[in-house]
């Protein structure tokens, strides 16, 4: 689907007093209240109209079927250039290439199947109705940062664990909010740029109950010295902070699908607005979203198995590594997205996405591995540590007060951009001795890594 309409035709329109143009302007907007999430409508930025006839003059249904599938899946984005690297990076490992190129080849594999996992997830809302489809991007929208998660809880790399889910959150917070109020403000510099501070409230409510649940764990450690004892007592409320955090996620959901829905909807559908349809059937795109999770699994593998080899051979830390290559790598498409639909004057959607995705990280992602991992018998806590903990609260203090006015500007972005670049920098010289203990249960550091 094309998603670029001609801005100035359509604001021209709208002084007019054209309701068809006020429509095409907020054909992007309206989608949202069809099950498609804020980060859907920013990934179909990047996608690409197919052409039907390149296969429609294939004699056989099946195969001209299965070919117009291929295109529309593997095709149809603007990232489909990095799709040679999932071979590649097959093909290094079976090889026994330098690690450091599997993971490499691995995370830029990442960046298109993230985004088809929206475009799937987007084609079966379409089959399901508005509710499911609201609950599976409610799901899957970070697949993949879920899935790298689990990997890395199986091979018992909490530091990775902690420091992915953590970078996420800070670059959708700072990076992809900053960078989107600046582009927006610098494109729209003569007219003010406002957005509904409904929305952007629920979400900064949620981030500040996802600190508190950070904090607590971390203050309780300090506050009650560091024994055995308070390392259970610290693991004993970090499971019970998630699933109370678990819980509110649960109660979010119902809220913005059902109760408050029109908070969450930037405008009602207009009855003659152009229906959008599917361009894939449901089990093909199940199909399709089954095999995608299933290679963005074996990426993420390697992406665990080789982090290491990749911070000792390139001289960075895993910190680094983890809390800023691997979100910016991993939502390409989603923040790029953001982006553009910031130049557009659309600041509801590049908030969508930003607030949204961190919120959906901060209280369902992170709990949600604390309980795997008990599960699994492995000891993992909200205790993100010291720094780790104090970046994150700075994070979602400063967006806090940055949203407050529902008014923004370019500056507003320079500071939040700022702000991450500062952070940036923080854990691209954090770099401890080694066998250096911290006493967080028992936890090293290593070449900037907390590992368990």
């Known amino acids: 689907m094309d998603l670029q309409p001609d801005e100035s035709t359509t604001l021209n329109s709208m002084e007019n007093g054209d309701p068809k143009g006020s429509m095409i302007m907020n054909k992007e907007l309206i989608m949202i209240s069809n099950g498609r999430s804020a980060q859907n409508v920013s990934s179909s930025i990047l996608r690409k109209k197919s052409d039907p006839a390149l296969v429609s003059k294939i004699r056989f249904k099946m195969l001209r079927q299965m070919l117009a599938n291929l295109q529309e899946v593997v095709l149809g984005t603007k990232l489909a250039v990095l799709f040679p690297a999932i071979p590649l990076a097959v093909v290094a490992d079976f090889y026994n290439f330098g690690r450091p190129w599997i993971f490499a080849l691995s995370l830029l594999g990442l960046a298109p199947l993230a985004e088809r996992v929206s475009f799937l997830t987007e084609q079966i809302a379409y089959f399901t109705g508005p509710t499911v489809g609201g609950l599976l991007n409610a799901t899957c929208g970070n697949a993949t940062e879920l899935i790298i998660a689990l990997f890395a809880l199986h091979q018992n790399k909490i530091h990775v664990v902690k420091y992915s889910l953590l970078g996420s959150i800070l670059s959708n917070l700072l990076l992809v909010l900053g960078t989107s109020l600046l582009c927006g403000g610098l494109a729209n510099i ?107 699994a074996v990426l993420s593998e390697y992406v665990v198995g080789t982090i290491e080899a990749a911070s000792d051979s390139w001289g960075i830390s895993v910190s680094f590594i983890s809390i800023i ?128």
Not at 201 to 214: K, P, T, Y
Not at 233 to 256: D, P
Not at 351 to 378: C, D, E, K, R
Request: charged letters at 15%; hydrophobic letters at 50%; one cysteine or more.
């Open 190 to 296: 003569r007219k003010e740029q406002r957005y509904d501070r409904k929305q952007a409230d629920v979400n900064s409510l949620l981030l500040l109950l996802g600190l508190l649940c950070h904090l607590l764990p971390l203050m309780l450690k300090y506050a009650a010295g560091i024994e055995n004892s308070t390392a259970l007592c610290t693991l004993q409320l970090s499971r019970a902070s998630s699933i109370i955090m678990l819980i509110a996620y649960i109660t979010y959901i119902f809220f913005q699908l059902k109760t408050h829905r029109e908070l969450f909807d930037s405008q009602e559908e207009e009855e003659d607005d152009e229906e959008e349809k599917a361009v894939i059937g449901f089990w093909s795109a199940f199909a399709w979203l089954v095999g995608m999770t299933i290679i963005i």
């Open 325 to 452: 290559l691997l979100p910016i790598v991993g939502n390409a498409a989603e923040h790029a997205g953001s982006i553009i639909f910031a130049f557009k004057n659309k600041l509801d959607i590049s908030l969508g996405v930003a607030l949204g995705s961190a919120t959906q990280i901060s209280m369902f992602v992170v709990p949600l591995s604390v309980i795997v991992a008990w599960i699994m018998g492995i000891r993992m806590d909200l205790d993100f540590s010291l720094l780790e903990t104090g970046c994150l609260a700075f994070s979602i203090i400063v967006t806090a007060f940055t949203l407050q006015d529902g008014t923004s500007h370019y500056m507003k972005g320079v500071v939040l951009f700022l702000c991450y670049l500062v952070i940036g920098a923080c854990f691209f010289v954090d770099s401890i001795p080694l066998n250096e203990t911290t006493g967080n249960l028992g936890v090293k550091k290593s070449s900037g890594a907390v590992i368990a």
